[in-house]
Each structure stands twice: as structure tokens, then as C-alpha cells.
């Protein structure tokens, strides 16, 4: 299938390739960043919170209510999630202390 792929790739006429949408690209590894960043530092909530509010952001749609609401229902989630349901060890919640 591999070999069928690049031979039909390299005899048609191919689309032209659009830009690279940088900010969406950008905001989307920075919000992954933050995410490993805060876990271990801020706690699952907080590093959930900063996850979708960054992740958010590279959307055109982008409207800070929502974002929040989101970001709070999906923090409270993935702690009953992971922490109760599943009891793996992350902590909801941490000071940096």
C-alpha cells in the first residue's frame, strides 16, 4: 500500500499546499508544555485549567466564558477520573511549596 502511495504521490498533479497556520501550531504546543509543566507543580486541576484555556486560544471561535466553563468541567472531571474513580496518584490540587 506504502509503495502504491509514492508511486500515485509522484505521478499526478498534485494541490498546492496551503500556509501553516503558526498560531494554532504554537498555542497548541505551548498549551502541552504547560500542561507537563504545571501537573507536577500546580496539580492536575490547575494544569487542566491552563491546558484548555491555552488550547483554546489557537481557535478563531475563541470566546473567554466558554473557554472557562470548559476548562473548570473538564478540571472537575479528570480529578473524579483519575484521582477517585481510578485512584491514580496525582495531586488535584498543589501549591508551589
Known amino acids: 500500500i506504502g509503495l502504491a502511495t509514492a508511486l500515485r504521490a509522484l505521478f499526478t498533479r498534485a494541490l498546492p499546499v496551503g ?32 491546558l484548555v484555556l491555552i488550547a483554546s486560544a489557537a481557535s478563531h471561535s475563541f470566546r473567554l466564558p466558554q473557554a472557562l466553563a470548559l476548562a473548570v468541567a ?4 479528570s480529578a473524579l477520573l483519575f484521582a477517585y474513580a481510578l485512584g491514580l496518584p496525582f495531586p488535584i490540587l498543589r501549591f508551589w511549596g
Do not use: Q
Not at 473538564?74 to 472531571?77: E, G, I, K, Q, S
Open 19 to 50: 500556509s501553516i497556520a503558526l498560531k494554532p501550531l504554537l498555542l497548541l504546543s505551548l498549551a502541552v508544555l504547560a500542561f507537563a509543566f504545571i501537573v507536577e507543580r500546580g496539580g492536575l486541576a490547575i494544569a487542566v485549567v491552563a
Open 74 to 77: 473538564l478540571a472537575a472531571f
